[in-house]
């Protein structure tokens, strides 16, 4: 009987690593060592695939897609973390999200021709204000310091 073939994340990833590797051996052809390096590396990830995919514990293959997977997730979540900076740098809490810096910039760009942006200027606290307001009182929601601002 022969073994089911199955390409679950890991052998996804070795597969796009041999892709990868084949061709940045072909593209480095120049430079012998770096174009050995790459040809070694396409070998492995092939043996390796090669064994995963003919083998015949699942449970093993299962562990091993499992493991791969939460490596992947922690490398994801470190780079997606929500910012933990200083009161400058956060977010009101009702347009908090799961993502970091970037959701953060992209959220302000969203709201740019709505809201202005104010710092506190005793405690840095980062303040938004409706635009085209005028002169407007703000009080900080952090010290609440008050201050005059246009907005």
């Known amino acids: 009987m022969r073994p089911k073939l199955k390409l679950d994340e890991l052998n996804k990833a070795l597969l796009i690593t041999c892709g990868v590797c084949y061709l940045l051996s072909f ?24 064994v995963r995919l003919f083998a015949r514990n699942p449970a093993a293959r299962n562990n091993e897609n499992m493991k791969f997977l939460a490596i992947v997730t922690a490398v994801k979540e470190f780079f997606h973390k929500p910012s933990q900076g200083t009161g400058s740098a956060r977010r009101p809490a009702s347009t908090a999200s799961s993502g970091g810096l970037l959701d953060k910039w992209k959220q302000q760009w969203h709201e ?15 303040l938004r204000v409706p635009r085209g307001k005028g002169k407007i009182r703000v009080t900080c929601t952090k010290c609440r310091n008050q201050f005059v601002a246009k907005s």
Do not use: E, H, K, N
């Open 112 to 126: 740019y021709r709505t809201y202005r942006y104010l710092i506190c200027p005793q405690c840095s606290q980062r």
């Open 27 to 50: 593209v480095l052809s120049r430079y012998a060592a770096a174009s050995t390096l790459f040809r070694l590396l396409f070998a492995a990830a092939a043996i390796f695939l090669g």
